[in-house]
Nanobody
Framework: QVQLVESGGGLVQPGGSLRLSCAASGSIASIYTMEWHRQAPGKQRELVAIIASDSSTWYANSVKDRFTISRDNAKNTVYLQMNSLKPEDTAVYYC???????????????WGQGTQVTVSS
């Protein structure tokens, strides 16, 4: 099986920074896309950023120029560097990956358990 473990969330003041990490482990053959999503209280989950296997990236307009997604393929880990944080960035942040499992045909999607980010003074 495959597991995603997130870390790095917490409480930060407006204008501050946080770095989230998400490590994938298990019977992984290769990872295609890695994504960060977030869900604020009372709102739908939204896509924040994507990084493909060739390291090309996409960002939601609300985080562009403030957040940076990156990946370490050797560690099967994706990061989200969040700068200039705003109260509206407060949410549970989830990582998601699309990958190929060892010895199994097809592509599979997995979600992390989520990590809370709170931006407040």
């Amino acid at each position: 099986q495959v597991q995603l473990v997130e870390s790095g969330g917490g409480l930060v003041q407006p204008g501050g920074s946080l770095r989230l990490s998400c490590a994938a482990s298990g019977s992984i053959a290769s990872i295609y896309t890695m994504e960060w999503h977030r869900q604020a209280p009372g709102k739908q989950r939204e896509l924040v950023a994507i990084i493909a296997s060739d390291s090309s990236t996409w960002y939601a307009n609300s985080v562009k120029d403030r957040f940076t997604i990156s990946r370490d393929n050797a560690k099967n880990t994706v990061y989200l560097q969040m700068n200039s944080l705003k109260p509206e960035d407060t949410a549970v942040y989830y990582c998601k990956t699309r990958l190929r499992r060892q010895g199994v045909l097809g592509q599979y999607k997995y979600w992390g358990q989520g990590t809370q980010v709170t931006v407040s003074s």
